[in-house]
């Protein structure tokens, strides 16, 4: 797993038009509140979390990047470590989460 940067990730996002797949992986209620636009969720505690996101992303060679609340959440923790064990190569932690993107739209 790597660890990426909210700059990293807007660059992702909207610079380069890269090929990934944006997970939240907060309970629902959470995800339905607050996310990132082009964020899909996929709830980590779900027991079929490892199937939902075979069936999106569709090849364990596909980018993943993964994220939660904020630093403190430790739930992209928990789902990065589950897909890189499960054999999918290219596993992505945005650690600033929701929080953290969120806040530097407020600033800008």
């Known amino acids: 797993m790597k660890s990426i940067s909210r700059d990293d990730l807007k660059q992702m996002n ?5 090929d990934f797949v944006l997970i939240n992986v907060l309970p629902r209620d959470t995800f339905n509140r607050e996310h990132i ?3 899909i969720n996929i709830p980590v505690e779900e027991p079929s979390f490892l199937e939902q996101v075979e069936a999106v992303v569709g090849s364990k060679d596909r980018k993943v990047v993964v994220y939660c609340a904020n630093f403190d959440c430790d739930a992209s ?4 470590k589950k897909l890189e ?7 992505y ?3 600033g989460g929701t929080r953290d993107w ?3 739209k407020h600033a800008a």
Request: proline share 0%.
């Open 102 to 104: 969120f806040e530097q």
């Open 93 to 95: 932690d945005y650690e």
């Open 37 to 39: 636009r082009t964020s």
């Open 77 to 80: 923790v928990k789902a990065a």
């Open 14 to 18: 909207e610079t380069e038009h890269e």
């Open 85 to 91: 064990d499960a054999g999918f190569t290219q596993v």
